[in-house]
């Protein structure tokens, strides 16, 4: 079977850079999504990546290692409206493509 | 264009009652999708569609039915609702299973 892992609650300060780690076990393993959900919300698309490697949009940045199993999305400069759910999410050929979602973690930011 | 939208916003049933929550894309997506997210937990695919006329089951599909009638409308049905079904549930729709667009969710509690 699937599992992702991710951890259940980062805590950064206003203007840093936090880094949220995702490993993940699959044995068809397609890509790696991100996405982006604030308390209430729907979740909103922030990357993928189907390579190794490091994926910049603005300040989010999201880097994936497919020998390791692992990726993780970085924001920079972080902002009060940062603090929201984070999930990856992987697209795995023993589910038909079809999205497998972590637990998510939960980004609390500080003045 | 409204992106991707669903009715009703909020229901509350009795055990054993029935129910259609419709989702609607205007953006000429072939994949739809319907998830649930519990409490603290990330998304579940229940069932899906990658194109009009077909659908298929997801991670958590039992107590469910779908319908694809028209590429633009998906709708999920609970034949006869359980508390366990109690959820927010999440349309979403996209290209080519990539990047999703999810709709703003349904707020459902079974008593």
């Known amino acids: 079977g699937q599992s992702l892992e991710q951890p259940s609650e980062v805590t950064a300060v206003e203007g840093a850079i936090v880094q949220i780690n995702c490993t993940y076990q699959?044995?068809?393993?397609?890509?790696l999504s991100w996405y982006q959900q604030h308390d209430g919300g729907a979740p909103t698309f922030l990357s993928y990546?189907?390579l190794d490697g490091l994926e910049e949009t603005g300040r989010f940045s999201s880097f994936l290692s497919r020998s390791d199993s692992y990726g993780y999305l970085l924001l920079q400069e972080l902002q009060m409206k940062d603090s929201a759910s984070y999930f990856c999410?992987?697209?795995?050929?023993?589910?038909?493509?079809?999205?497998?979602w972590g637990a998510g973690t939960k980004l609390i930011i500080k003045p | 264009n409204a992106g991707v939208t669903q009715t009703p916003k909020f229901r509350v049933l009795k055990t054993g009652q029935s129910m259609t929550l419709l989702c609607a894309q205007d953006?000429?997506?072939?994949?739809m999708y319907w998830y649930r997210q519990d409490p603290g937990m990330g998304l579940r695919l229940i069932h899906y569609?990658?194109?009009?006329?077909?659908?298929a089951k997801g991670e958590v599909p039992d107590g469910y039915n779908v319908s694809r009638l028209k590429k633009q409308n998906f709708l999920l049905g609970l034949e006869s609702a359980a508390p366990s079904q109690t959820s927010v549930y999440f349309c979403?729709?996209?290209?080519?299973?990539?990047?999703?667009?999810f709709g703003p969710g349904t707020r459902l509690t079974v008593t």
């Open positions: 990546n189907a």
């Open positions: 569609s990658v194109g009009e006329g077909t659908t």
């Open positions: 953006m000429n997506h072939e994949y």
């Open positions: 979403a729709s996209s290209y080519a299973g990539r990047e999703q667009y």
């Open positions: 699959t044995s068809g393993f397609y890509g």
């Open positions: 999410a992987v697209r795995d050929l023993d589910s038909n493509y079809q999205l497998i």
